[in-house]
Each structure stands twice: as C-alpha cells, then as structure tokens.
C-alpha cells in the first residue's frame, strides 16, 4: 500500500473518493469553528453569501467604516462620552451615524438575501460526478465500457449499492477541460479523462437516468473552484468622496489645532492678569487647557463633515435604481421585460466606464447559426449577400424529414444530390451526418438535435434539409437516412475537437465494408494534410477568402480512405497507449490521431452565419467613438471570435491582429514597452508606427495567458501595449481565466472596468 501511495503521489492522482463508502468520507468532512478550519472533503453545499445570523452585524459594520468619514463620526462619538471636552450634545453626532449605518446595512442584506435564494436553487443540482452507466449527454459523455455492461443490469439499485470501485483522481482544481484519473475496481485499473465526467449543474438529454460518482462536492466542485471571492465594490466617486473626506479631517484637525494654541496663548498671557478668566483656567495649566480645547474644537466642528451626503448618495442609487427599471427605452419588447439593476451602489460608473470587457456567445450573437454557404469540388452554392430572410425557399418537398431549417438557396445542389451525379457531394453531406457529436431524440414523433455546440446543430441540420438525416447515435453505431435509404455506420474510433488539434474525425466502417475517416476542422490545419496534388484545393482556397470577406465563419470537410491493414495497426497502438501513465497518454493519443489525419482528400468548404444581437455593431462602433476600450472574452476558437470581431465592428476590414509569434517575441523585447516613448522602437512594431494606434487588435489566447503567471512581468507590457491598440480579442480562455484578465486591466490601469455576460461562467469576471 506504501509503494501504491508513492506512486500515486507520483503521478499527482492524490484525491481518493471510494464508493458506498459514507463513513470514509463523513470521517474527513471539511469543518469549521471560527478561524479554525480541518477536515479534506467539502460537502455539498453552495455558499456564495457573506453574512449569517451571526456575522452580519460585525461584517456590515466592518465593511461601512471603511468609509472615512463613518470612522470619523464614530470617534466624535466616542470623544462626546468624554465630558471634560464634550461641546455639543451626545446624539448630534450619533443619530446620523446610525441612520447611515442602517440604511447601508439594510440595503447589504436585501442583496444578501437575494444570493441566499440563488443559493438554494443552486444546491438542487448535482456536484462534479463520475458516468457510470447509461447513454451519453449532449456533450457525448460516456460511461466505460466495463462499469457500462456490468452496472446495467435489472434493479439497478442492486447492484449499484454493491459498488465498490476506489478513484483516484487529481486534487479539486478549476480546470474545466482536462480531468485525470484512475478507477480502481475488480482488480482492474481503468484510466478516467474528462469525458468520463459529469460537471456541476449539467442537464442531461436524451437519456432518462444517470448512475454517478460524487468525486468533487460543493466548494471543491470545478465550476466553484472557478468563483473567486465576492468582492466589495467601491465607486469611483466614493474613493473620491474619501479623499475628500481625509482632506476635510486634515483640515479640521489643522484648525482646531491653531485654535487650541490661541486658547493656550491666550490662557497663558491674559488669564493672569484678569481674576475672572484666571478662574476658567484648568488646573492653572494653559498647556493642559490647550489640549482639552483642541478636542473640543474637533467635537464642535465636526457637523463640516458632508455626513447628509452619505445619507443623499444612498438615496439618489435606490431612486436611480427604479428609474433604469422604468425606462421603456431599456425594456426587452420580445418579453415584456424591463431593464433590472441588480446592484444598487455602482449605477453612476455607467458614465465613466474605460474598459468594456465582453463575453461573445449569447451576448453580441444570438447563438443561433444559419448554414448560409458552401463549396463542393471548388464549386460555390448559395448566396451570403442575400439575408437570410430574403432568401427563396428551395421545394424541399420530396424530403419528409425537412423542417424548414435551410437559410440556403441551392437549386443545382438538390439537383446534383438527387441525381447522384457528383460523388463528392453526396460524401460530404455523409461527412456533415456523421462527423460530430450530436445527440438525436423524437418528440411528439418529430425529430429533434441536442448538440453541444451552434455549429454542429447547424451543420446536421443543413445535411438534414438535404436529404442526410442522422437518425441515432450508439456505443458502437451512427444510423443516418441517405435520401431514404437508412445505413448503419459501424463506430471505429472518434477523434475529439480540442483547441489545441482544432479538428475533429470520425472512423467508421461502411455497410459496404470499407473504412472511412471523416475530418472537419479549421483550413489551416485540414489543408496541411491533404494529400499532394489534391484537386479543387486552388478554388476551394479561393471560396474560403470569399466566406471570409463575408464575415461567415468556415470549416474544412475531407475524407480519407483507410487500409485494413493500416486500421488494425493504428488499433492495436492505441490500445496499447491505455496501459501508458495518464500524463504520457495525451501526447501519445495526439501523435496517434495525428498519423491517421493524413493523406486526406478535400471535399469541399461549409460557410456558417452567427447573427449577432440586435444592434450590436452599431454599439460597439459608437463605444469605440466615445474612447473606450473594448475587449471580447470567449472561450470559442480563435478563428471564430476573429470572425465575429469584424462583423460587430469591434475591427475594420484593415486591422492589422498582433497575435502568436509576433506578440510574444513583443512581450519577450529587452525594451518592455516596445512602442512607449521610454523604450527604443523595435523593427519589429516601428514597421507600421504611424497607424498601428488605430489599426492593430492584440489576439491573446488561454494557453498564452497561462505564461502570465510564469512571468509577472508580461502582465504590465501586455497593458501597456493593449492601450495603444485599437481593441482585444481573448480566446479558449476559462472562467477563472477571465477573472484573471478583469483583475489585469483594473491593476494595470485606473479606468473603471464593466464585465458584460450572459451565461454561469460569466459570474467570475462580474464578480
């Protein structure tokens, strides 16, 4: 057991969850008195409040006399229970503080109470867990094949309650898309990775039950190790406001300061000499009576302090509040549904916003794809310059499995595809019914898609309206209707999308018996595998810069024809790479996929319109006139968010992307600030100095973003560069990753910062 622990030391799978096994993990549940905190596993409880029943009081007053002028008031307070130096009476001074302390309190916990209510909606979902059986979701998660066929049996129940496996696993961390880790069971060792894991908060589809594994609980759960702390948030014009505030106190201070010294003066020169005034005197020490009138002083002109302000600001949010909820102009027509301020103590920093940091799906796009292009065998179909509502429906009436879903107009297409007269074409629809992940259902006898992305959605439904229905999806199968004729394909293998790979294939065996290897994924990758001397690739190349120009965003679609012999080969290698340590296995199975992607041959181009919100162009252009920054955090492909950037005018045509290489070798320059007037101009940026300014977006990247931590120094070049660009693009970048960029921008510069999302994973960067 020793030289198990070791190893698994070793290999960073230190988190130990064993199944049915209540009394282990009760043992180390995570607990807490005070400051004193033990315990290893968390339980599964959501806390994103910040006060009990307990903790308000302090808390609130805690946080309220951060306020300089509350911690003034509250040492006049203390100053008047003095009576040797008390001026005026005890409740001048008290009754405003408390008015202010309760009306800031009881505004903190109505939006306290709020959190508590999401709270307990979020504690009715799931925490990170382990597939153990069943079918997949629209993420295509997948049980292993051995918990698969030996857990499903009738009841369930039984045999679920006779689990026994151990995982061990990499401690709770907020990486949302990698998971490492073992399932120790039966004396077998099973490799886990993250499609074996259900997160937090997932909504199943098309299947009716799920058996899991708890692994990570409440706070230890990935989507929570994504939230950072909730952080108090201060306007600019209260940090103004305590300035002045301190500036006030100074100058109080100075005044009573001077006039306790006249007193002393006075007491000193005069009081001698006049019996009556002599009598005034404190122990007939002037210095003594100095120093009690200096505090008098302090207590007496303590009504200067702007404590009626404090009480006007609170006031002036809660009103402006209800106005922005008011305004008809800020109402959703579509719902009925006016503007909402969630937070009542930020609405005047909406006139002084510097940065403007973004999420880009569901807030400047609809998230609602339209198959609007393509180009098959170099031949272009469909026309993008038309809008999608103008466009002539096709007679799609021959097809009973259409529904209306093609913003595409494509007589000649139908006609080919009908006709059987171009192979290539009706290859690459078989490729758009087969290559993906999506999930298919019937409902009220209509055939529905559950996809994980946009895209995929868009692309079955195009090979849908067609004629290329994908009907189902199993184990070991995809069942799809060719122009009436229902084919099994036999599932050999997935490739899966990953940032990094930018494609992803699908190997499958024929009915007729022959092994195909179906790839989409990004021009740049798929054309660097295709075979040598590839037809149609010139005018295919040709039609990807015209998709381009129109903002439409675009992927490759190739095949490849694989050996038997070549198959089994490739099979038995990857088998083998299950039995390698889990941190090896990522590079092997990349070198594997990587060998098999080759040798394709191209079939032709999809071109794809995202629709962004209404009225998002012209905001983004008019935000861009007004001086302020503009950057756009997604976690979609590089490509993608490029694309969108020039359709909501976020870029123009001419920009010039500072990205990859360039920037790198920018933020690695001996001379940090590379444009900065303190810095000596590189070759590298001084090539286009006269319109760099206006012309050039920085594309940064998670996995650049990464390096910021290795080196600090990069965070403070990395800014100074972004303010002299036109705008920034941050792509495949996480949650936590976001909070990271929020948290740059406001170290980095002193512009008030707005964080814009739609979505959970937006929370962080709010925050």
Same mark, same amino acid.
């Given at each position: 057991?020793?030289?198990?622990?070791?190893?698994?030391?070793?290999?960073?799978?230190?988190?130990?969850?064993?199944?049915?096994?209540?009394?282990?993990?009760?043992?180390?549940?995570? /607990?807490?008195?005070?400051?004193?905190?033990?315990?290893?596993?968390?339980?599964?409880?959501?806390?994103?409040?910040?006060?009990?029943?307990?903790? =308000?009081?302090?808390?609130?007053?805690? &946080?309220?006399?951060?306020?300089?002028?509350?911690?003034?008031?509250?040492?006049?307070?203390?100053?008047?229970?003095?009576?040797?130096?008390?001026?005026?009476?005890?409740?001048?001074?008290?009754?405003?503080?408390?008015?202010?302390?309760?009306?800031?309190?009881?505004?903190?916990?109505?939006?306290?109470?709020?959190? /508590?209510?999401?709270?307990?909606?979020?504690?009715s979902r799931p925490c990170d867990v382990l597939v153990s059986q069943r079918e997949t979701n629209l993420k295509y998660r997948q049980a292993l094949a051995a918990t698969h066929s030996e857990l499903t049996s009738e009841p369930p129940e039984k045999t679920l309650a006779a689990f026994d496996g151990t995982v061990l696993c990499e401690e709770p961390n907020n990486r949302l898309y990698t998971f490492r880790g073992e399932l120790h069971w039966r004396g077998e060792q099973l490799l886990l990775d993250n499609e074996h894991i259900l997160l937090r908060g997932t909504v199943l589809r098309n299947t009716e039950t799920a058996y899991g594994m708890a692994i990570y609980t409440g706070a230890d759960s990935k989507i929570l190790r994504n939230c950072g702390k909730l952080r108090v948030k201060t306007t600019h014009i209260e940090k103004v406001l305590n300035r002045v505030v301190i500036g006030i106190v100074l100058f109080l201070l100075l005044t009573a300061l001077l006039l306790a010294v006249g007193s002393g003066v006075f007491e000193s020169r005069m009081s001698p000499h006049i019996e009556v005034l002599s009598a005034l005197m404190v122990d007939g020490n002037p210095v003594y009576t100095a120093f009690l009138t200096f505090w008098s002083y302090v207590i007496l002109l303590s009504p200067a302090m702007p404590m009626a302000l404090y009480i006007t600001f609170e006031v002036i949010h809660v009103v402006h509040s209800l106005f922005i909820g008011w305004d008809i102009e800020m109402r959703w027509d579509q719902k009925d549904s006016p503007a909402q301020a969630r937070n009542t103590s930020l609405n005047e920093e909406l006139?002084?916003?510097?940065?403007?940091?973004?999420?880009?799906?569901?807030?400047?796009?609809?998230?609602?794809?339209?198959?609007?292009?393509?180009?098959?065998?170099?031949?272009?179909?469909?026309?993008?310059?038309?809008?999608?509502?103008?466009?002539?429906?096709?007679?799609?009436?021959?097809?009973?499995?259409?529904?209306?879903?093609?913003?595409?107009?494509?007589?000649?297409?139908? @006609?080919?595809?009908?006709?059987?007269?171009?192979?290539?074409?009706?290859?690459?629809?078989?490729?758009?019914?087969?290559?993906?992940?999506?999930? *298919?259902?019937?409902?009220?006898?209509?055939?529905?898609?559950?996809?994980?992305?946009?895209?995929?959605?868009?692309?079955?439904?195009?090979?849908?309206?067609?004629?290329?229905?994908?009907?189902?999806?199993?184990?070991?199968?995809?069942?799809?209707? @060719?122009?009436?004729?229902?084919?099994?394909?036999?599932?050999?293998?997935?490739?899966?999308?990953?940032?990094?790979?930018?494609?992803?294939?699908?190997?499958?065996?024929?009915? @007729?018996?022959?092994?195909?290897?179906?790839?989409?994924?990004?021009?740049?990758?798929?054309?660097?595998?295709?075979?040598?001397?590839?037809?149609?690739?010139?005018?295919?190349?040709?039609?990807?810069?015209? =998709?381009?120009?129109?903002?439409?965003?675009?992927?490759?679609?190739?095949?490849?024809?694989?050996?038997?012999?070549?198959?089994?080969?490739?099979?038995?290698?990857?088998?083998?790479?299950?039995?390698?340590?889990?941190?090896?296995?990522?590079?092997?199975?990349?070198?594997?996929?990587?060998?098999? &992607?080759?040798?394709?041959?191209?079939?032709?181009?999809?071109?794809?319109?995202?629709?962004?919100? @209404?009225?998002?162009?012209?905001?983004?252009?008019?935000?861009?006139?007004?001086?302020?920054?503009?950057?756009?955090?997604?976690?979609?492909?590089?490509?993608?968010?490029?694309?969108?950037?020039?359709?909501?005018?976020?870029?123009?045509?001419?920009?010039?992307?500072?990205?990859?290489?360039?920037?790198?070798?920018?933020?690695?320059?001996?001379?940090?600030?590379?444009?900065?007037?303190?810095?000596?101009?590189?070759?590298?940026?001084?090539?286009?100095?006269?319109?760099?300014?206006?012309?050039?977006?920085?594309?940064?990247?998670?996995?650049?973003?990464?390096?910021?931590?290795?080196?600090?120094?990069?965070?403070?070049?990395?800014?100074?560069?972004?303010?002299?660009?036109?705008?920034?693009?941050?792509?495949?970048?996480?949650?936590?990753?976001?909070?990271?960029?929020?948290?740059?921008?406001?170290?980095?510069?002193?512009?008030?910062?707005?964080?814009?999302?739609?979505? *959970?994973?937006?929370?962080?960067?709010?925050?």
């Amino acid at each position: 057991m020793a030289k198990e622990g070791v190893q698994n030391a070793k290999s960073g799978l230190t988190w130990e969850v064993r199944a049915n096994s209540h009394h282990y993990h009760k043992h180390k549940q995570k /607990r807490s008195f005070l400051v004193f905190r033990w315990g290893r596993y968390a339980d599964n409880v959501v806390r994103s409040y910040k006060y009990s029943l307990l903790t =308000f009081l302090p808390l609130t007053l805690f &946080e309220q006399f951060q306020r300089a002028a509350n911690l003034y008031f509250l040492l006049m307070v203390v100053m008047q229970c003095v009576p040797v130096i008390s001026s005026i009476p005890w409740y001048t001074n008290t009754i405003p503080l408390l008015i202010v302390l309760s009306v800031r309190g009881l505004k903190d916990l109505a939006n306290d109470l709020a959190r /508590r209510r999401s709270d307990s909606q979020i504690n009715s979902r799931p925490c990170d867990v382990l597939v153990s059986q069943r079918e997949t979701n629209l993420k295509y998660r997948q049980a292993l094949a051995a918990t698969h066929s030996e857990l499903t049996s009738e009841p369930p129940e039984k045999t679920l309650a006779a689990f026994d496996g151990t995982v061990l696993c990499e401690e709770p961390n907020n990486r949302l898309y990698t998971f490492r880790g073992e399932l120790h069971w039966r004396g077998e060792q099973l490799l886990l990775d993250n499609e074996h894991i259900l997160l937090r908060g997932t909504v199943l589809r098309n299947t009716e039950t799920a058996y899991g594994m708890a692994i990570y609980t409440g706070a230890d759960s990935k989507i929570l190790r994504n939230c950072g702390k909730l952080r108090v948030k201060t306007t600019h014009i209260e940090k103004v406001l305590n300035r002045v505030v301190i500036g006030i106190v100074l100058f109080l201070l100075l005044t009573a300061l001077l006039l306790a010294v006249g007193s002393g003066v006075f007491e000193s020169r005069m009081s001698p000499h006049i019996e009556v005034l002599s009598a005034l005197m404190v122990d007939g020490n002037p210095v003594y009576t100095a120093f009690l009138t200096f505090w008098s002083y302090v207590i007496l002109l303590s009504p200067a302090m702007p404590m009626a302000l404090y009480i006007t600001f609170e006031v002036i949010h809660v009103v402006h509040s209800l106005f922005i909820g008011w305004d008809i102009e800020m109402r959703w027509d579509q719902k009925d549904s006016p503007a909402q301020a969630r937070n009542t103590s930020l609405n005047e920093e909406l006139g002084q916003v510097g940065h403007l940091l973004s999420d880009k799906t569901g807030t400047l796009t609809q998230n609602r794809l339209l198959f609007r292009q393509c180009c098959i065998a170099g031949e272009i179909y469909g026309d993008a310059s038309v809008s999608a509502e103008e466009i002539e429906p096709m007679d799609l009436s021959w097809n009973p499995l259409a529904c209306g879903g093609l913003f595409m107009s494509a007589p000649r297409l139908v @006609e080919r595809l009908r006709g059987q007269q171009c192979p290539n074409s009706r290859q690459f629809f078989t490729a758009l019914a087969l290559c993906h992940t999506v999930m *298919a259902e019937w409902r009220n006898e209509a055939l529905a898609y559950q996809a994980a992305s946009p895209d995929e959605e868009a692309l079955v439904g195009a090979a849908r309206e067609l004629g290329w229905v994908f009907f189902a999806r199993r184990r070991d199968s995809v069942t799809i209707c @060719e122009l009436g004729v229902t084919k099994e394909y036999q599932l050999l293998a997935l490739l899966d999308f990953t940032s990094k790979r930018r494609r992803m294939s699908i190997l499958v065996r024929e009915p @007729e018996g022959g092994i195909k290897l179906f790839c989409k994924g990004a021009d740049i990758v798929i054309l660097e595998r295709l075979q040598r001397d590839c037809p149609y690739q010139d005018s295919t190349e040709r039609a990807l810069e015209s =998709f381009a120009q129109a903002c439409l965003r675009t992927l490759c679609v190739a095949v490849r024809s694989v050996p038997e012999t070549l198959w089994e080969r490739w099979r038995n290698t990857l088998a083998g790479s299950a039995d390698a340590m889990t941190c090896e296995r990522d590079s092997l199975l990349e070198e594997l996929y990587d060998d098999m &992607e080759r040798e394709l041959q191209l079939l032709g181009v999809t071109a794809i319109e995202d629709r962004l919100q @209404e009225g998002v162009p012209e905001t983004v252009s008019m935000l861009r006139r007004a001086g302020l920054k503009v950057w756009v955090l997604t976690g979609d492909k590089k490509e993608t968010a490029v694309n969108i950037g020039y359709s909501c005018k976020l870029l123009d045509p001419d920009t010039r992307l500072l990205e990859g290489q360039e920037l790198r070798q920018i933020l690695q320059s001996p001379d940090p600030g590379v444009i900065l007037s303190k810095a000596r101009q590189t070759e590298l940026w001084y090539v286009d100095k006269k319109t760099t300014e206006e012309k050039t977006a920085l594309v940064l990247t998670g996995p650049e973003l990464e390096e910021f931590d290795r080196r600090p120094e990069w965070g403070a070049r990395f800014m100074s560069l972004a303010g002299r660009c036109q705008s920034v693009l941050c792509c495949r970048v996480t949650p936590g990753q976001k909070a990271d960029i929020v948290t740059l921008v406001r170290k980095h510069t002193s512009s008030v910062t707005m964080a814009i999302g739609d979505g *959970a994973n937006d929370v962080n960067m709010i925050k």
